[in-house]
């Protein structure tokens, strides 16, 4: 029944974030190119070696490297290491003494969308940044500013000028400046920076000899058909079919986390819940529709994501002049109650995978609070046995009780609970994600 289609305006196009899964590529001259994107645009492989002919602008700069052993944050200059590849102009890095993990925007340049929004040539450009800075020797972060990092509008990333060296070279490559040269970056403020004259030159060429984004020809691994409408089950079911491809499905909200909500429908035919995580992105329109409760149509893009897994992202939500494509309330206040599951179902069953369930009769055994400077600092994973001596893990988000205190190992330690939660996977396994402390019953201390 369609209670209600709430339709919105202001279009709003959002961005993404979950889990590492590497693919094998083909390497075609200096760029390392996996072949995994099946279902994505006319060949779904991209291919790029630069002409040897046009001039090298990444090592036209000279890096001064004399005080590099230092924290960029707190020195503007110093070397890094990756700590999580996002997109073609965005990386997170840890600092040179490995105590803090720095966000960082790329400056002078503004790649394509690949991740919540996703933009033709926005996967190229991404893999191209992975590509130089995954196998490098050695990486170093450099501010605009002589002796001080500086913040972004956003207040949570730095602006910097990457640089990194090859392996089996001594030659410090600028990679702003060589992304602009290779035509998968629009210049921004570009003249105005530290190596503008360069980086200029590089972005001219680009455009001149029609490289990439400025070829006219479309993207390979950008979709351009139509959304395809499908079930919650054949997506998931068959994700390697539809990766980078538009879908549109219904699916009722369980969970709100990360800018994002879980999502689940009941097929018929299994008898059997599946879901999907969906991410809603920065939109300001976004938390009016991703609200547990809420049964939606949405429209978006199927991203197999090699850093945060498989997962729907490029929503946008309209609420006077709404498109096919736009997010779309169907109804409100469907009532969602867990899946009873086993010990059993949870470790074998993968295709449980983004559903919501409870587990009953948990007794924890162990505890681990993570310790960081992310999100996740607080975080705690309860080791547990099930009433029949099977080995569940439970993972938290930062718990907070009901007088505003953090949640400590003391109030799991030695408890047998019932937990109602996400099924998620950690580096292959499953565990039970807990959003909150209401999701947790203590039935015996």
């Not at 351009?224 to 879908?247: D, Q």
Request: glycine share 8%.
């Amino acid at each position: 029944m369609l209670a209600l289609i709430t339709v919105v305006s202001l279009t709003a196009v959002l961005g993404s974030c979950r889990r590492d899964a590497p693919s094998d590529g083909t390497v075609t001259g200096d760029v390392t190119i996996p072949e995994t994107d099946e279902g994505g645009g006319d060949e779904g492989v991209w291919e790029y070696v630069r002409d040897p002919s046009l001039p090298d602008f990444g090592a036209m700069e000279t890096l001064k490297t004399s005080d590099i052993q230092n924290d960029f944050n707190k020195t503007g200059r110093g070397l890094v290491t990756v700590e999580q590849f996002i997109d073609g102009d965005t990386v997170h890095f840890w600092n040179y003494t490995r105590t803090e993990i720095i966000k960082v925007r790329f400056l002078a340049i503004d790649t394509p969308e690949s991740t919540g929004k996703v933009e033709p040539w926005g996967k190229p450009a991404s893999r191209y940044t992975k590509s130089k800075l995954q196998d490098a020797a050695e990486i170093v972060l450099e501010s605009n500013e002589e002796g001080s990092a500086v913040l972004d509008s956003t207040g949570d990333r730095y602006l910097a000028w990457v640089w990194y060296r090859p392996k089996d070279s001594e030659t410090w490559r600028n990679l702003n400046i060589e992304i602009l040269a290779d035509g998968l970056a629009m210049g921004k403020s570009t003249s105005s920076t530290r190596y503008g004259t360069t980086a200029m030159n590089a972005l001219t060429s680009a455009r001149t000899e029609k490289i990439n984004l400025y070829s006219g020809k479309k993207d390979p691994l950008f979709y351009y058909g139509s959304a395809v409408e499908l079930s919650i089950k054949s997506l998931v079911l068959n994700k390697s079919s539809y990766n980078a491809t538009k879908v549109r499905f219904e699916g009722v909200v369980t969970k709100e986390s990360g800018g994002g909500i879980y999502v689940q429908s009941f097929d018929e035919d299994t008898q059997q819940y599946y879901g999907v995580y969906v991410y809603g992105g920065y939109a300001s329109l976004a938390p009016k529709f991703l609200i547990p409760g809420y049964r939606l149509l949405i429209t978006g893009t199927a991203d197999d994501n090699e850093n945060f897994g498989f997962q729907i992202s490029g929503l946008s939500f309209s609420l006077i002049n709404p498109t096919d494509d736009d997010t779309k309330i169907l109804e409100k206040d469907v009532k969602t109650e867990p899946v009873l599951i086993s010990a059993d179902d949870i470790n074998n069953n993968e295709t449980l995978e983004n559903v919501l369930v409870r587990l009953e009769n948990l007794t924890v055994t162990s505890i681990y609070t993570t310790q960081s400077t992310t999100q996740s600092d607080g975080a705690m994973t309860l080791t547990c046995r099930s009433a029949d001596g099977k080995t569940v893990t439970v993972r938290t988000v930062k718990l907070t009780a009901e007088d505003g205190s953090t949640v400590t190992e003391d109030y799991f330690r030695g408890k047998t609970l019932n937990c109602s939660g996400i099924v998620t996977f950690f580096n292959g396994n499953p565990q039970l994600k807990l959003f909150t402390l209401a999701d947790c019953e203590i039935i015996s201390q």
